[in-house]
C-alpha cells in the first residue's frame, strides 16, 4: 500500500544517542509532506484529464467507426446505383436494337410490298396501253373503210324521208 502524507506526518523515529537533529528532521519531513501531496495532487488531475481525455478519445474512436461504417454505406450505394445503372443502360441498348431491327424489317417489307406494287401497276400499264392502242386502232381502221365513202355517196330524197317517217308512225 502507498504512503500517504498522513503516513509521513505520524512517523515517529527512535531517538538515539547522539542521533539527528529533530527540528531539522521535522522541517524535512514537513518539506517532503507538502511535495508529496502535491505529487498526489498533479497524479489525480492527470488521472481524471486521462480519464476524460479516454472518453473523448472513445467518442471520437465511435464517431469514427461510424464514419467508416457510413463511407462503406456510400461506398456500396454507389456500387449499386453503378451497378443498377450499368444494367438499365444495357437493357435500354438491347431494347433500342430490338427497335431498331424491327423498324428495319418493317421499312423492308413495305419496300418489297412497294416494289410488287410498282411491278404490278407497270404491267396494268401496258395492258391499258396495248388496249388503248388497239382500241383507237380499231377506230382507225373503222375510219379508213370505204363504208364512210359509200355513205357520202348515197343520195336521199326529202320527200322520202318524210314517207319513210310517216309509215314509222302509223305502224
Do not use: C
Not at 500500500?1 to 547522539?18: V, W
Amino acid at each position: 500500500m502507498p504512503l500517504t502524507p498522513l503516513d509521513i506526518h505520524n512517523k515517529e523515529f527512535n531517538k538515539g544517542f547522539r542521533g539527528y537533529d529533530e527540528d531539522e528532521v521535522n522541517e524535512f519531513l514537513d518539506q517532503v509532506i507538502k511535495d508529496y501531496e502535491l505529487v498526489l495532487r498533479e497524479k489525480k488531475e492527470m488521472e481524471e484529464r486521462l480519464n476524460d481525455m479516454n472518453e473523448r478519445l472513445s467518442h471520437f474512436v465511435t464517431i469514427e467507426d461510424t464514419l467508416n461504417k457510413s463511407i462503406i454505406i456510400a461506398q456500396e450505394a454507389g456500387e449499386d446505383v453503378k451497378r443498377n445503372a450499368s444494367k438499365e443502360a444495357k437493357l435500354i441498348i438491347k431494347e433500342a436494337e430490338k427497335n431498331a431491327d424491327r423498324i428495319v424489317n418493317e421499312s423492308l417489307s413495305k419496300a418489297r410490298k412497294i416494289a410488287l406494287e410498282i411491278e404490278d401497276l407497270k404491267k396494268q400499264s401496258k395492258v391499258f396501253r396495248t388496249r388503248f392502242k388497239m382500241l383507237i386502232e380499231a377506230q382507225l381502221d373503222m375510219l379508213n373503210t370505204d363504208d364512210w365513202d359509200h355513205l357520202l355517196e348515197y343520195e336521199l330524197d326529202a320527200t322520202e324521208l318524210k314517207i319513210h317517217q310517216e309509215e314509222d308512225s302509223l305502224a
